[in-house]
């Protein structure tokens, strides 16, 4: 029973502290950029990391079974993988653009497991024997990394695109005017 509260309270102390991450990099972005909210922004994503890692590792302990059972560990695992490539970026250079598209990445997912899906997939399964195998939960969870970076390459394609057609279409309308 202490297992569940731990993962609940973990599960909201991420959730809130990413809402509040999104909110400070909106605000970097699109009203100028200040020092001391990045830090904090940045430090944020790394409470959010350490409560999403703890929630994985309890449920780890709890099940007796890597946490990658049923759909809502999935997505926390998902969530987990997008706020690592969230930090890879800051060891080399602390003004980021792609933590304005991980940090939404990392909320919509995590809103999506923990509001979206029902309670009865919130509870962990014991695996079938076919899949208990060490090599399996390393294919399962290099594939749910890999489509986090897939995620966050196709979000950047996308913000390249909108970036680009807004350039045009700026364009567009003052040769039109003039």
Do not use: D
């Amino acid at each position: 029973m202490i297992f569940v509260t731990l993962e609940h309270i973990l599960t909201h102390i991420s959730f809130s502290i990413i809402s509040i991450v999104i909110m400070i990099h909106l605000m970097n972005l699109l009203v100028y950029e200040i020092e001391g909210l990045r830090n904090s922004s940045e430090k944020g994503i790394i409470v959010t990391f350490f409560s999403i890692t703890g929630f994985l590792v309890i449920r780890w302990i709890s099940s007796g079974h890597f946490p990658l059972s049923n759909l809502y560990e999935s997505l926390i695992f998902l969530s987990w993988s997008l706020s690592i490539i969230h930090m890879i970026p800051y060891l080399g250079n602390h003004k980021n653009y792609l933590s304005t598209i991980t940090a939404p990445s990392v909320i919509f997912t995590q809103g999506f497991a923990t509001s979206g899906l029902s309670i009865e997939m919130h509870q962990s399964e014991i695996l079938v024997p076919a899949l208990q195998s060490h090599w399996l939960m390393m294919h399962v969870s290099m594939m749910l990394l890999s489509y986090a970076v897939l995620l966050c390459g196709s979000l950047l394609s996308v913000a390249l695109i909108v970036i680009t057609f807004r350039k045009n279409i700026y364009f567009f309308f003052l040769t039109r005017i003039l």
